[in-house]
C-alpha cells in the first residue's frame, strides 16, 4: 500500500532558529505534496500544495518565505521552518497523492515541532 | 469557501454501543468526501470515500453514504469496540479548487470497555 515517511518525529528548537522536516514516499509516485499543520487544538491548516511540474502554491497566511518547500522527484519533498515561534508549534503533515487527478491523501506520521 | 462541520466534538460510548457521526459540508462543486481517523501520535489514515451521491462507503465496520441533497457523509457504526477509540475527521475535496482537502473539526470517540 501507499506508504509516506516522515522525519524527524519530533524536533525541538529555540524561538528564531529554523528546522527541516522531510517527507518521503514509498511504494509509489507522490505526483502531488500537500503540508499541513495540524495545531495543539486538532484543526488543520493547509500550508501549501507541491505538484509536479507547477509552482508551489501557498496558502493564505503561509509564505515561501517562512515555509520554503522542495519538491526535487516524486519520491520526496521537504519544508523548513524558518525563524520559528511559538505560534508555529504543532504536529506537521505531509499528505501525498498517487497521481494528478488522484484525490485521496496518503498522510505520514507527522513532525512534532516544538519551539522554546 | 468550502467547509465541513462535525457536530459533535466528543462521543463517549460503551463497548457494542451504536455510533454516529454527524458530518454536514458545504462546497461549490461536487466534492469527494472522506473520513480519516487519527491514533494518538499519528497522522490520519484513510477510512474510506465516496464520490457520488448516494455512494456507501464503508471500512472496518464504519459506514456513510454521499448524501447530495441534505449535504451530509455522517459516520455509523453498529458495534463500537475500545480499539476504535481516536479522533475521526470528516473532508471533501474539491475538484474545482485544486483538490485541496478541507477538514472538518473532529471528533473525539472514547469507547469505555
Known amino acids: 500500500g501507499a506508504l509516506v515517511y516522515q522525519y524527524p518525529r519530533r524536533t525541538i528548537c529555540k524561538s528564531g532558529t529554523s528546522m527541516r522536516m522531510e517527507c518521503q514516499a514509498v511504494?509509489?509516485?507522490?505526483?502531488?505534496v500537500a503540508w499541513y499543520r495540524q495545531s495543539p487544538q486538532k484543526t488543520f491548516e493547509l500550508i501549501a500544495l507541491s505538484t509536479v511540474n507547477s509552482a508551489i502554491k501557498y496558502e493564505q497566511n503561509f509564505t515561501q518565505e517562512k515555509f520554503p518547500i522542495s519538491h526535487p522527484n516524486l519520491s520526496f519533498s521537504s519544508m523548513t521552518v524558518l525563524n520559528a515561534y511559538l505560534e508555529d508549534r504543532g504536529l506537521y503533515l505531509c499528505g501525498a497523492r498517487l497521481g494528478l487527478s488522484a484525490e485521496t491523501l496518503y498522510f505520514g506520521s507527522g513532525t512534532r515541532l516544538t519551539v522554546l | 469557501g468550502d467547509s465541513v462541520t462535525q457536530t459533535e466534538g466528543q462521543v463517549a460510548l460503551s463497548e457494542e454501543d451504536f455510533l454516529t457521526i454527524h458530518c454536514n459540508y458545504s462546497a461549490s462543486g461536487y466534492p469527494t468526501l472522506f473520513w480519516y481517523v487519527q491514533y494518538p501520535g499519528e497522522g490520519p489514515q484513510l477510512l474510506f470515500r465516496a464520490s457520488r451521491d448516494k455512494e456507501k462507503g464503508s471500512s472496518r465496520g464504519f459506514e456513510a453514504t454521499y448524501d447530495k441533497g441534505t449535504t451530509s457523509f455522517h459516520l455509523r457504526k453498529a458495534s463500537v469496540q475500545e480499539s476504535d477509540s481516536a479522533v475521526y475527521y470528516c473532508a471533501l475535496s474539491d475538484p474545482g479548487g485544486n483538490n485541496k482537502l478541507t477538514f472538518g473539526q473532529g471528533t473525539v470517540l472514547s469507547v469505555i470497555p
Open positions: 511504494g509509489f509516485q507522490a505526483t502531488s
